[in-house]
């Protein structure tokens, strides 16, 4: 019963596919109605099937998130859909790697559009709406890249350590409105985004991991569900890292 979320309204962006969809579908498995986003109509009619499945009720929507309008035209559709708004999941990323000698004006910066500013975006536009909420929460998906740097990824970590510092600096400032604002740090988990890593750069980062294998998405989503439920009252401004050790 602490994990449920029976009557509560969710919305999770990036919930076409990986990560995102294992979030929707255990939100709804708990009880949640979800807002599935993603950046095309249709996208995440899947999502939405699958929350079905599991006796929730989801609904799919449309958004760019690093476009100011698109992020507005949101808010709006879930203003009139007559619900009100109490944990927002902000998971919608992208990466654009490259050594940092030749990454490219426009790889660093559409990598900020949507994993920084996107989250800005969102969580200015809803902060309104989720304080109205009693008992809001915002769930930031972060990375172990933003606490220990990658390689070929200057960009995406620059991102991902940011939103830890936003998301701190939201919390202080939303806790008098009983919104919890918190930070999700994957390690490295089996998705579409990790899926072409070749095989020996695979292997050390196996060796590289405590508990000797990659993640699944299920196991991110928990964690989520952990912070979205009734029990993590008390929890703001932290970084639940779920990585198999990875950063130990
Ligand atoms: P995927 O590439 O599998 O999925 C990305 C999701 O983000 C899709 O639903 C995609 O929608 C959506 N998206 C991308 N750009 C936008 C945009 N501009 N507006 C709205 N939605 C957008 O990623 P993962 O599931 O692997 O990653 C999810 C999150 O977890 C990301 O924030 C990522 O940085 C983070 N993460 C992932 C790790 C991993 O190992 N996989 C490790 C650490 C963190 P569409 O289908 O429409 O393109």
């Known amino acids: 019963m602490t994990q449920s979320l029976q009557g509560r309204t969710a919305l999770v962006t990036g919930a076409s596919r990986g990560i995102g969809r294992e979030i929707a579908v255990d939100l709804a498995r ?8 993603s950046t095309r109509e249709g996208g995440c009619d899947e999502t939405v099937a699958a929350c079905g499945e599991q006796g929730g009720e989801a609904v799919g929507l449309a958004c760019d998130v ?33 050594s940092f000698l030749r990454m490219s004006t426009d790889d660093f910066d ?27 929460r915002i769930i930031n998906i972060g990375s172990v890249v933003g606490q220990m740097g990658n390689p070929g990824q200057a960009n995406y970590a620059a991102s991902k350590a940011a939103v830890v510092g936003m ?19 994957p390690g490295y988990i089996q998705t579409d985004m990790t899926s072409e890593l070749p ?8 060796g590289s991991i405590p508990l000797h294998r ?7 989503a928990a964690a989520v569900t952990f912070l979205a439920a009734p029990a993590a009252r008390y929890i703001t401004g932290q970084v ?4 198999g050790g990875m950063c130990i």
């Open 199 to 206: 095989d020996d750069v695979r292997e050390w980062l196996l």
């Open 167 to 185: 998301t701190k600096s939201l919390a202080k400032e939303l806790a008098g409105r009983q919104v919890t604002c918190n930070v999700v740090a």
């Open 30 to 37: 708990h009880g949640a109605f979800v807002f599935c986003v």
């Open 110 to 136: 559409a990598v900020q559009n949507v994993n920084l500013r996107g989250t800005f975006f969102v969580c200015r536009a809803f902060a309104r709406l989720l304080s109205k909420a009693e008992d809001g």
């Open 66 to 98: 690093s476009d100011e309008a698109s992020v507005d035209a949101l808010v709006k559709a879930v203003r009139e859909s007559g619900r009100t708004l109490e944990i927002l999941v902000n998971n919608a990323g992208i990466t654009r790697d490259g």
């Open 214 to 220: 990659i993640g699944t998405a299920e196991e991110v």
């Open 240 to 243: 639940l890292v779920v990585d």
